[in-house]
T-cell receptor, first 110, second 115 residues
């Protein structure tokens, strides 16, 4: 039982490049989330999903897209990376009450 | 909009000192309350949570928190900290119950424990 896993762990992009972050959970949770963590800002919700095939915007959705084609996977895409998207990205999943977090992806955009 | 305030940005304590980290939220209805901990270089882990019932909640590693509805507060406490408690602590609130994307985090409090 791996819980929530994220790939990759680290990535460096140039401005304008695109990439996809993958989140996978093996707990059969319905809900999945993408957060970004910036120093002094706590965690801010980017997008979330309440079930397979559904997505919704969180607090800071601009510049990101997501997809939930399979229940266990939640993908976060950056179509044209910007330096302001340099951050640590955390994925989480939950059944209904408690969110469980992945190990994070550290993304640097030059 | 709902918000969560953590009063202290950085707290420095010596081992065996008592700890209290403040957390206040702004929402007048039903809330679920959480404290998460993030050890250096690691992901967030749940320390404790409050949904209903006894307002004094006990979590892992000797932590506890008290929900005071009249003060909109959910402060985290530990009677005697250890060096291994060095971490960042986040208070989070879910307004209206459940966890459907509306978990609001505070900005975090860094705790440094001197051996």
């Amino acid at each position: 039982n791996a819980g929530v896993t994220q790939t990759p762990k680290f990535r460096v992009l140039k401005t304008g490049q695109s990439m996809t972050l993958l989140c996978a959970q093996d707990m059969n949770h319905e809900y999945m989330y993408w957060y970004r963590q910036d120093p002094g800002m706590g965690l801010r919700l980017i997008h979330y999903s309440v079930g397979e095939g559904t997505t919704a915007k969180g607090e800071v959705p601009d510049g990101y897209n997501v997809s939930r084609l399979k229940k266990q996977n939640f993908l976060l895409g950056l179509e044209s990376a910007a330096p302001s998207q340099t951050s640590v990205y955390f994925c989480a999943s939950s059944s209904w009450d408690t969110q469980y977090f992945g190990p994070g992806t550290r993304l640097t955009v030059l | 909009a709902q918000s969560v305030s953590q009063h202290n940005h950085h707290v420095i304590l010596s081992e065996a000192a008592s700890l209290e980290l403040g957390c206040n939220y702004s929402y007048g209805g039903t809330v679920n309350l959480f404290w998460y901990v993030q050890y250096p270089g690691q992901h967030l882990q749940l320390l404790l949570k409050y949904f209903s019932g006894d307002p004094l909640v006990k979590g892992i590693k000797g932590f506890e928190a008290e929900f005071i509805k009249s003060k909109f507060s959910f402060n985290l406490r530990k009677p005697s900290v250890q060096w291994s408690d060095t971490a960042e602590y986040f208070c989070a609130v879910n307004a209206g119950g459940g966890s459907q994307g509306n978990l609001i985090f505070g900005k975090g409090t860094k705790l440094s424990v001197k051996p």
